[in-house]
């Protein structure tokens, strides 16, 4: 990290506002050399965090924009090192021209989350604020904001610390004793042992408890919208997305295929899957998308089972079938539910015709709720259901959830070596047997904050990252 760094840091589209980010030894004169502030000395006289006003310049010296200019220098930065922002105008053009005047300066482009990274290896973030970073760049409901604004303030690393450090107590107490036998140490005791590893067990299992709804926080909630062709799916997923996404028609079996869109609804991140309608198809292409309908309700979280309300009037005995057929289905993938009784504008339906196929049924549906996707009425109704099944964890720290795959997967392991440890002592083996699975444990959380990760993993990291961040 010898050298210095630049970038684009906002998007390349006309806009009020366009920032140039540089990072590295360099950084200050190579604002020197592009910038020329109205009034006073150059920027390297400047102190840190002061907005200058100046002129930007192209690497011919011509005037390209007027703009604002500050530094900060290492170890009082972002990254750890001497950093520089310049705030122009948002065109691409002269961002561009201000980007190649800086290589000429002496920087090169930054990588895709290089800033970030710099900042994690120069310890000014830990893994789990690092990775908020990308997270809070990707949120797109203001409960996933909240989240990784806690966590980028530290929550999530709290947590972990304090199991961590408790562990490691226990670790410290264990060798104190061993190495320094004549010294007047307090020897361990069994039960305090056995306690501290069933305090540390229990704070692991509510950790990682976090883990389904932040990842359903992050990555939004698969939601199948099913039923028999013609029932109304694709005119309800268009009514969702509020825009025409999937092809409406009279014609049945018009979606052969699963479409896939993400929305904000009722407070709650949605990843709809409009499905093909659920029938013994004889075309090969209509029943392959069958196929896929039967595999987007084995994988949502949350499944909408549309009926069409006009034909659930006077139902077919082949069209009681199927509903029955789609509802088995919908039972066995053990998912929460919603019953939705569509096309209300044309039936005059008030309530829910759950009751009519309902009986027998070993699974309630969540909630049953009556709408025309076409007039919008009990769309509200439905979205208040939806809020209902996925509720604010008021319970939790804002930032104190795990959220990806990664943190989950080292929480776990470090539970798993804890219970080890556990049954170990229970055993009546020696208690630095018990002791290698605590320092088990500590490596696994190590690996969740960063005090101990592979470059493989930081790399993979990274990759969520856009260029100038």
């Not at 029938?279 to 987007?296: P, Q």
Request: overall charge negative.
């Amino acid at each position: 990290m010898n050298d210095t760094i630049a970038a684009i840091a906002t998007p390349l589209t006309p806009s009020a506002i366009g920032i140039l980010r540089l990072s590295g030894p360099g950084s200050v004169e190579a604002v020197d050399t592009v910038f020329t502030p109205f009034q006073g000395g150059p920027m390297s006289t400047r102190p840190d965090r002061a907005l200058v006003y100046g002129a930007l310049h192209d690497r011919e010296s011509a005037v390209i924009d007027h703009c604002l200019c500050t530094v900060s220098r290492a170890p009082n930065s972002y990254t750890g090192e001497d950093t520089a922002e310049l705030q122009c105008h948002g065109s691409p053009a002269a961002l561009a021209l201000g980007l190649e005047a800086l290589f000429h300066a002496g920087a090169r482009q930054a990588k895709p989350g290089e800033f970030t990274r710099r900042a994690f290896l120069n310890g000014k973030l830990d893994l789990t604020r690092t990775e908020a970073v990308a997270d809070l760049i990707h949120a797109e409901t203001p409960a996933a904001v909240r989240q990784a604004a806690g966590q980028l303030g530290g929550a999530l690393a709290d947590v972990v610390d304090g199991i961590y450090d408790d562990l490691t107590n226990l670790c410290a107490h264990f060798h104190a004793v061993l190495d320094y036998p004549d010294e007047d140490i307090e020897p361990f005791e069994i039960e305090e042992l056995s306690a501290a590893l069933g305090d540390a067990a229990g704070a692991l299992d509510r950790l990682a408890a976090t883990y389904r709804r932040g990842r359903l926080l992050n990555e939004g909630v698969p939601c199948a919208i099913v039923g028999r062709p013609n029932a109304g799916k694709s005119t309800l997923f268009n009514a969702l997305l509020g825009y025409e996404r999937a092809i409406v028609t009279d014609i049945p079996g018009t979606t052969r295929d699963t479409v896939e869109e993400r929305v904000n609804f009722g407070g709650v991140l949605l990843r709809l899957i409009d499905t093909a309608g659920l029938r013994d198809a004889d075309d090969e292409v209509e029943r392959l998308g069958v196929e896929r309908s039967r595999a987007a309700v084995e994988r949502a979280e949350l499944i909408l089972v549309v009926v069409d309300s006009v034909e659930a009037e006077n139902p077919t005995e082949a069209g009681g079938r199927e509903l029955l057929d789609i509802l088995h289905l919908v039972m066995e993938a053990g998912k929460p539910w919603i019953w939705i009784d569509s096309k209300c504008d044309l039936s005059g339906v008030l309530g829910s015709s759950v009751g009519m196929v309902g009986k027998g049924r070993g699974t309630n549906p969540a909630a049953s709720v009556a709408i025309s996707a076409v007039t919008g009425k009990g769309m509200d109704k439905l979205e208040e259901a939806v809020a209902a099944l996925f509720p604010q964890d008021t319970d939790i720290q804002a930032g104190a959830m795990l959220t990806n795959a990664r943190q989950a997967e080292a929480a776990n392991r470090a539970r798993s070596a804890v219970e080890r440890g556990a049954e170990a002592l229970k055993a009546g083996l020696s208690p630095d047997a018990v002791v290698a699975d605590v320092e088990e444990a500590m490596s696994a959380l190590g690996e969740l904050t960063g005090r101990t990760v592979s470059e493989d993993v930081t790399a993979r990291i990274f990759e969520r990252f856009c260029v100038g961040k």
